[in-house]
T-cell receptor, first 116, second 114 residues
Framework: AQKITQTQPGMFVQEKEAVTLDCTYD???????LFWYKQPSSGEMIFLIY??????QNATEGRYSLNFQKARKSANLVISASQLGDSAMYFC?????????????FGAGTRLFVKA | DTEVTQTPKHLVMGMTNKKSLKCEQH?????MYWYKQKAKKPPELMFV???????INESVPSRFSPECPNSSLLNLHLHALQPEDSALYLC?????????????FGPGTRLLVL
């Protein structure tokens, strides 16, 4: 059974510093996609970054990078130079290939607080 | 700005009411999704439409009825809901229902059932 684990319910970071949000996953499917989403208090789920299981390099998107360690089944999100607007809930998610990729399973989320 | 729109943003309804949530995407995507999200919980998949055909129904009660009139529109018809159905309802779309395709979400509809 697929599973996404985010062990940090809440994280604090000082403005302008970097922060790492942890995510581990469990799957036996060789084909899968890993995603990170940001959800501010407004409720909208904002896509941040994607990593495919066959990608050789870690994904990067602006201030976001994904530390993909396939053997350890981890896909941690690194946010560099934190901003006050980064305060939000962050979800790690996975889609497997064998079920047609229809389902996205989300982790429990990590709430990030950025301090001025 | 999101290219997935949802209306209404907020909805309050009684248990005997019939209402509909609407979702529209402007990205030419062929897969659309409904999720339910309770407070402080991750989203849970309800329905998946792929090429306007229902592909997944995650054992959702029949008081929720999805409809996909065309590839860019997705509705969720609500009837005889219960107070525990109060939640944020999120619509999403992706190019296709494949594991490497990113889902893009709308702003959601906050539903309160009295």
């Amino acid at each position: 059974a697929q599973k996404i684990t985010q062990t940090q319910p809440g994280m604090f970071v000082q403005e302008k510093e970097a922060v790492t949000l942890d995510c581990t996953y469990d799957t036996s499917d060789p084909s899968y996609g890993l995603f990170w989403y940001k959800q501010p208090s407004s409720g909208e789920m904002i896509f941040l970054i994607y990593q495919g299981s066959y990608d050789q390099q870690n994904a990067t998107e602006g201030r976001y990078s994904l530390n993909f360690q396939k053997a350890r089944k981890s896909a941690n999100l690194v946010i560099s130079a934190s901003q006050l607007g980064d305060s939000a809930m962050y979800f790690c998610a996975m889609r497997e290939g064998r079920d047609g990729g229809f389902k996205t399973i989300f982790g429990a989320g990590t709430r990030l607080f950025v301090k001025a | 700005d999101t290219e997935v729109t949802q209306t209404p943003k907020h909805l309050v309804m009684g248990m005997t009411n019939k209402k509909s949530l609407k979702c529209e995407q402007h990205m030419g995507h062929r897969a659309m999704y409904w999720y339910k999200q309770k407070a402080k919980k991750p989203p849970e998949l309800m329905f998946v439409y792929s090429y306007e055909k229902l592909s997944i129904n995650e054992s959702v009660p029949s008081r929720f009825s999805p409809e996909c009139p065309n590839s860019s529109l997705l509705n969720l018809h609500l009837h005889a809901l219960q107070p525990e159905d109060s939640a944020l309802y999120l619509c999403a779309s992706s190019q296709a229902a494949r594991h490497q395709e990113t889902q893009y979400f709308g702003p959601g509809t906050r539903l309160l059932v009295l």
